[in-house]
RNA sequence: GCGGGCGUGGUGGAACUGGUAGACGCGCCGGACUCAAAAUCCGGUUCUGGUGACAGAGUGUCGGUUCGAUUCCGACCGCCCGCACCA
């Protein structure tokens, strides 16, 4: 350190983060030290962050979730865990295939390029990572696993190919999964989707609906919301599907309820518009036909839902009873009903279902309350136009009327289970679920081609696991819309594997959240060349134990993956069924906004804070011209709210950045991102370069040091406690405290032991969180090795035991005193010695307190 | 509408299973060092009254349980997130 004009001879040499950040990265590197072997005997960890798109460059939200992954990792490897800590790149997917269409370059040369940016700005990072597992989806080495899986996926009867209605996203020219479908708009493109009639492939996620709700209750470390809105998106239902006969001529209809108990309350039965009844009468009434085709039209703009009216068709049909043969009810084609749940078809129940009601209501087919509340008079119990949902005692309902809703349930359920219609059961008890196979074809280039070969006599069949991969061509054109394999003639045609006849290749590649659905497996044994997973490793690395990620994932990735891992155990490839035992969702970077007096955004880095009479101001850096401060909102172009993170590493290091990401917040909240933060970082940084320097040139002779010990080995228990339960902002607060002490103590006499002592467990603390200032200070200390491999210190626990202990008085529940007792006073002594201090008996004036409350360690409250 | 969560100083947030509300950081105010700046250090910082020790009030609002409530219960107000014609 040359810069400084007036070099004091005792003040010590600021940190350098430049320069000793990659010096420590590469001393890392060349010792090898996160590379992990799978035979290492010490028990495992398996720590993970989601593995980014290779968008081009890094964002703050990366850096927050891998800052807070390496924190585990490092802590983890401190404790004596052989610890898995990969990454790895999601890089099929649409961007690149933009990327193409408005620049002309290869998706391929895209990927890679982006991929070398980024890896390059992790390794800046200083992140813990094994970089010798890195893997890409886009490798052909990766993907051909992923095709011999759906292959056995195929066998196993969990891919299916079919014609269904599907999304198709506009823009993005592609049909999307029922999950990547927000409000009606596409996840990525924000299109809004269409409903088209397609030949897909999926995968069978149905079959393993119950299982995946089941096992929600298992996942005990994933937060609450998250295993809520799966359960809410599998949508598990108990009811019964009836079956009604049609009146005059041949045929039923069924329909799916989980109120059978409300049978008798029914005034009709309404199917959907894209039912095969409705086709059928449509066929002779062009009224129908017009009604449908309007139901068809306002069914494709999902937002127009909202305010749809409640629209019917009465189709003149009528259906029998199934309790009474002789009651009809009229069959109408109402809008509101779904083809896609349940059988297409409901029965109305206008007095006890709200939308029931409403239709009942518009078409005057009257209702009748068949479920009487609780308390209310049955006589007078009237429905006009809010209906009843409760559970309650059945009336007008024959043979069930004075049954609980319960009882009625199974009572119809019973008896419709022994009732015949042409030689089966009228009624069927049935668990219905709410959730949809997975669609995974899509029309797009930059994805895994799915192995399946077309042949006119064969239908479709499978590549061969000889022949996989089968991989993507490389030289194609984007200069017409749509996918290019199905251009790309030469690598079409092929010949049957069956029967030798030229055929041609499936064009349709997966589904980018198939390729991220098994990574994590894939880390396991990623040099693996003949097959998806080395079974030894995969079932001794999973669960991952600590998965960490945004909350956008809670039902899309966060599903598929749990699907993947079933269907991987159903084929033999994992032992194992839930992928992440444990699952954070971290909170987002987020950040001031600024606009001139012209209204423009302008970018945190082109301004200045500056307070005039307390008050915050920003003026733009260039002109002077004073911003207006707006709202905190998530970092995006658009606002222009974005800090790049390799200009912070660039001005701070990274080991400020990391700092200040893991300190400001909860993790699990948003961060706001602060140039006043990110100097309070770098102010500790060189806080903590001081405070060391001092300790490992300390020569005092002694001194009263046990306060130094103890508020050390105090820090040291509670970061452990705080970072096990990944609370890093309590972390950071703890070693605030234990800098101050060691401050404190370093003004006066200390004795050269325990500043050494203290200073070599904040370094140890800090290590986690600021890898590379802790390697500088733990040399600076004289320790040998490396501290990112130093065993992690042990807590004296004697230390957190104080002989003597302060109480808080109070007085009618106000504090009136403090009194300081031996710790392990009895009640009785304490007592004693509260009401002869002088302080308590001074609030007293005299009173005697009728009672006396004493908590052993915490307080005592004295009631006049 | 249904489900989940949250309301604490100027600000981000602490407070273990009911036990000293405001830890720790940021900001701000005052001071020291300096020719000056940067950096650093010292003191203060919930509100009201008082020079002061101290007193009173205080965790969205109202009520309840308790010796004692940010924490538990009830009602209400506000905000955030998810789902939403699911039969």
Known sequence: MTDSAHPSPTAPERYNAKDAEPRWQ??????????????????????????????????????????????????????????????????????AENAAMERGVNPRDWTYANIATMRAQLQAMGLSLDWSREIATCDPAYYKHQQRMFLDFLGKGLVTRRTAKVNWDPVDHTVLANEQVIDGRGWRSGALVESRELTQWFFKITDFAQDLYDALDGLERWPEKVRVMQRNWIGRSEGLEVRFALDGRDGEIKVYTTRPDTLFGARFLAVAADHPIAAQVAASSPDLQAFIEECRRIGTAQAAIDTAEKLGFDTGLKVRHPLDPAWLLPVYVANFVLMEYGTGAVFGCPAHDQRDLDFSNKYGLGNTPVVCPEGQDAQSFVITDTAFDGEGRMINSRFLDGM??????????????????????????????????????????????????????????????????????????????????????????????????????????????????????????????????????????????????????????????????????????????????????????????YKDAAGAWVAPAEIRIASEAGERRAIHVRTNEPLAIGAIEKMSKSKRNVVDPDDIIASYGADTARWFMLSDSPPERDVIWSEEGVQGAARFVQRVWRLVSAAASASGAGGADSGLRKAAHKALAAVEEDVERLRFNRCVAH???????????????????????????????????????????????????????????????????????????????????????????????????VLTSEEVRRALEGRVPRKVIVVPGRIVNLVV
């Open 26 to 95: 590469a001393a890392w590197a060349q010792a090898r030290i996160y590379e992990t072997k799978n035979d290492d005997p010490r028990p495992k960890y398996y720590v993970l962050e989601m593995f980014p798109y290779p968008s081009g460059r890094i964002h703050m939200g990366h850096v927050r979730n891998y800052a807070m992954g390496d924190v585990v990792a490092r802590y983890k490897r401190a404790r004596g865990f052989n610890v898995l800590h990969p990454m790895g790149w999601d890089a099929f997917g649409l961007p």
């Open 404 to 593: 609980t809703t319960d009882e009625a349930f199974k009572a119809v359920a019973n008896r419709l289970e022994n009732e015949v219609l042409a030689s089966a059961p009228v009624g069927e008890r049935k668990v219905q679920f709410r959730l949809r196979d997975w669609g995974v074809s899509r029309q797009r280039y930059w994805g895994c081609p799915i192995p399946i070969i077309h042949c006119a006599d064969c239908g479709p069949v499978p590549v061969p696991v000889a022949d996989l991969p089968v991989a993507l061509p490389e030289h194609v054109s984007f200069d017409v819309p749509g996918n290019p394999l199905e251009r790309d003639e030469a690598w079409r045609a092929v010949p049957c594997p069956a029967c030798g006849a030229p055929a041609r290749r499936e064009t349709d590649t997966m589904d980018t959240f198939v390729d991220s659905s098994w990574y994590y497996a894939r880390f396991t044994a990623p040099w693996l060349s003949d097959a998806p997973t080395d079974r030894v490793a995969v079932d001794r690395w999973l669960a991952v134990d600590q998965y960490i990620g945004g909350i956008e994932h809670a039902i899309l990735h966060l599903l598929y993956a749990r699907f993947f891992m079933r269907a991987m155990q159903a084929t033999g490839w994992s032992g194992v069924s839930e992928p992440f035992g444990g699952l954070f969702t971290q909170g987002m970077v987020v950040h001031e906004t």
């Open 735 to 833: 070693i605030y405290t234990l800098a101050n002490a060691l401050e404190e103590a370093l003004k006066g006499p200390v004795s050269v032991g325990a500043a050494d002592e203290a200073a070599g467990i904040l370094v140890q603390l800090i290590a986690p969180m600021m890898p590379h200032l802790a390697e500088e200070c733990w040399r600076a200390l004289g320790r040998e090795g490396l501290v990112a491999q130093a065993p992690w210190p042990a807590v004296e626990r004697d230390l957190l035991v104080e002989d003597s202990v302060t109480l808080p008085v109070q007085l009618n529940g106000k504090k009136r005193a403090d009194v300081t007792v031996p710790r392990d006073a009895d009640n009785a002594t304490v007592e004693a010695l």
